[in-house]
């Protein structure tokens, strides 16, 4: 069962995701050197800086072992203002302090921007780059992946109710008919956040109360966040405030 953490504040919030992060950063560390992670858009970016740019995170983020990649992107330029990486860019990347090391950030190729389905391809083709070589397996294995629930209860490109859900030979997939703006983006799928080794939630504002009441309400339902938190059960952690989490039954919740 995925973990349910709730925070007063989003300063607490933030302090709680450095430290799983930090834990996390240190276990991937350990097996291979690198820390893999895959990073949505939305408010995750900003809520990520806050945890990361603190001065709590002095020191303890080893910057250079990073390897960035995109839980899902958007099929427009990289300085677009609809690009997950111009928004990952503006609110953490270009916010590290001078002369940190750099993370290594694994972009999609934006020369297939036309072709969705090349542009997801290449996507693929760039995770078995770096994650072949080491692990020997069908699926990328991400260290993290840190993820936003949309008010509907989709996560990366993954949406309520759409075909991509079923999709279970590709990593990467594109969609052309997304109903959040704009249509067309690729997306990991679920086979391949299924190989992760921990996920993160990070939810906050009233806004997402109701959403949060049908996820853990319903664990057998078919929202692709329930889907996430069925596929990888108790590998996955929720990052909430109070706003979001009133109301919502579960018990493992926990109040911190
Ligand atoms: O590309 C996207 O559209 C985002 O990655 C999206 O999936 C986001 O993570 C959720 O919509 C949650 O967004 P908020 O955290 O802003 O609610």
Redesign the pocket.
Known sequence: MAHLNAYASKDALASALLAFIVERQSHAINRHDRFQVAV?????PSILAQALLSEEAEGQIVWDKWQIFF????AVPLDDEDS?FGLLKKELLDKLPEGTPQPTVVPIDTDYLDDTQELADQYEQALVRYFAPRDSVLKPIFDLLL?????DG????LFPGHELLRENDAWVAPIEDSP?PPPK?ITLTLPVIKHAIKAVF??TGAG?QEILKQIFGDPEGGLPCTLVNHVLEDKVTWFVDYPAVEGVVYHKKSLL
């Open positions: 949505s858009g939305g408010s995750l839980a899902d992107e958007r997950n993820l936003g629930c949309g008010p989709h996560t990366c490109s959040k983006r990070v939810a997402k």
